[in-house]
């Protein structure tokens, strides 16, 4: 049961552009969502968060927004750089769990090409 | 501040062999995480402890692997006896508390297992 799903496994853009990566649940019950990057040999490391009563999240070059209406949620970078090359998740948690468990999608690997 | 610590980086064995990973939380950091990461797919928790004591092991196999937070620190986590399908990255994180709010929490390096 894939709760979380980002269904582009791939996406390659040239730097400057805008990389927009998506990410779909199916869980009305998630109120956080996160998105992470990851770069090769490393761990995951944590980029932003948006809350389920909001529908946007802006952080410098980074902005999530969240459509609950259509369980959806998307990462901007703009502009991008080479240096935002890696792979990103988006994981979200469930509302009134006693836990800090996050569920994960499978990834998109972001190419940005100089 | 330190991040958090995992050891070993890689560990090989042969399926039936038994392995063990070690964890050091940033300091302070009550609540630990272990997760494991297929090729291909995202991370899905194995076991979470909030100081020494398990709050969710749900997704565990707990026929094969074990863990411990010893004194609410360290942790350890167990294979025995590996099967070829727990060949995956075992990542380690923490966290202040027990809620990740809207800053997630920190995770380690990882220990890449290949079991053969």
């Known amino acids: 049961d894939q709760q979380v799903k980002q269904n582009s496994p791939s996406l390659s853009v040239q730097e400057g552009r805008i990389s927009i990566l998506n990410c779909d649940y199916t869980?009305?019950?998630?109120?956080?969502f996160l998105w992470y990057k990851k770069y090769p040999a490393e761990g995951p490391t944590f980029l932003i968060s948006i809350s389920s009563i909001k529908d946007k999240n802006e952080d410098g070059r980074f902005t999530v927004f969240l459509n609950k209406s259509a369980k959806h949620l998307s990462l901007h970078i703009v502009p991008s750089q080479p240096g935002d090359s890696a792979v990103y998740f988006c994981?979200?948690?469930?509302?009134?769990?006693?836990?800090?468990?996050?569920?994960f999608g499978q990834g998109t690997t972001l190419q940005v090409k100089p | 501040e330190a991040g958090v610590a995992q050891s070993p980086r890689y560990k090989i064995i042969e399926k039936r062999q038994s392995v063990a990973f070690w964890c050091n939380p940033i300091?302070?950091?009550?609540?630990l995480y272990w997760y494991q990461q297929i090729l291909g797919q995202g991370p899905k928790l194995l076991i979470q402890?909030?100081?020494?004591?398990?709050?969710?092991d749900s997704q565990l196999p707990k026929d094969r692997f074990s863990a411990e937070r010893l004194k609410g620190v360290d942790s350890t986590l167990k294979i025995q006896p590996a099967k070829l399908e727990d060949s995956a990255v075992y990542l380690c994180?923490?966290?202040?508390?027990?809620?990740?709010?809207?800053?997630?929490?920190?995770f380690g390096s990882g220990t890449r297992l290949t079991v053969v």
């Open positions: 994180a923490s966290s202040l508390g027990i809620q990740v709010l809207g800053y997630g929490y920190t």
């Open positions: 994981a979200a948690r469930r509302f009134s769990s006693n836990t800090g468990k996050l569920i």
């Open positions: 402890f909030q100081n020494n004591g398990v709050v969710d």
């Open positions: 869980n009305s019950m998630f109120d956080y």
């Open positions: 300091s302070g950091h009550a609540t």
